[in-house]
């Protein structure tokens, strides 16, 4: 099947700072990425939808200007957290789906980040 | 605002039992239900169905879609220890393919 890779697999920060997420599918061309947010003991909760050259649509309720999502290419989107809090703390996971479809989304193995 | 639920929360059973776990939704612009698995990290995909009545089987795990009733079961057969996980339950809709995931039934396998 497909791989996608993230990188960090985790982060520890000071608050304040920001910190960047990456999301590579590496054996195929995503033009649609998804970033989510799960915290302890919940489920998994779609922050945004990032394609390929546009802008990011966000959920209701997520910041866009904190949460910021680039797509740049279509093996690559990035999503940085900005000014981060300790409430920020979550495992973010991206997946990728492959254009024209057919397929699933393909998880990335997620990073753990956290605030202090 | 699609929902997607999933029941029960969490179940304990003994190795050899036979599980069941339900996953119900209500969504708009449907196109495919997906069950996932989930340790420590993120989820690795199950099944992918779309169609009503058609079972999908891989070894012991089992699923079937009811587009009418709007549930899917993921059977699991002669339980093991390394079966334990969170199992998620996920529709995807709408021409962005988004994922509305419910909130996972933590499944025990005891020896």
């Known amino acids: 099947g497909a791989v996608v890779s993230q990188h960090p697999s985790w982060v520890i920060c000071k608050s304040g700072t920001s910190v960047k997420i990456e999301c590579r599918s590496l054996d195929f061309q995503a033009t649609t990425m998804f970033w989510y947010r799960q915290f302890p003991k919940q489920s998994l909760m779609l922050m945004a939808t990032?394609?390929?050259?546009?802008?990011?649509?966000?959920e209701q309720g997520v910041e866009k200007d904190k949460f910021l999502i680039n797509h740049a290419s279509l093996t690559l989107s990035t999503l940085t957290v900005t000014s981060a809090h300790p409430e920020d703390s979550s495992f973010y996971i991206c997946s990728a789906r492959a254009p024209g479809g057919m397929d699933t989304q393909y998880f990335g193995p997620g990073t753990r980040l956290t605030v202090l | 605002e699609d929902k997607v639920v999933q029941s029960p929360l969490s179940l304990v059973v003994h190795e050899g039992d036979t599980v069941t776990l339900n996953c119900s939704y209500e969504v708009t612009n449907f196109r495919s239900l997906l069950w996932y698995k989930q340790e420590k990290k993120a989820p690795t995909f199950l099944f992918m169905l779309?169609?009503?009545?058609i079972e999908k089987k891989s070894g012991r795990l089992s699923s079937i879609l009811d587009k009418k009733e709007l549930f899917s079961i993921l059977n699991i057969t002669a339980t093991q220890t390394g079966d334990s996980a969170v199992y998620l339950c996920a529709v995807e809709t709408g021409s962005n393919y988004k994922l509305t995931f419910g909130k996972g039934t933590l499944l025990t396998v005891n020896p």
């Open positions: 779309t169609s009503s009545g």
């Open positions: 990032s394609n390929e050259g546009s802008k990011a649509t966000y």
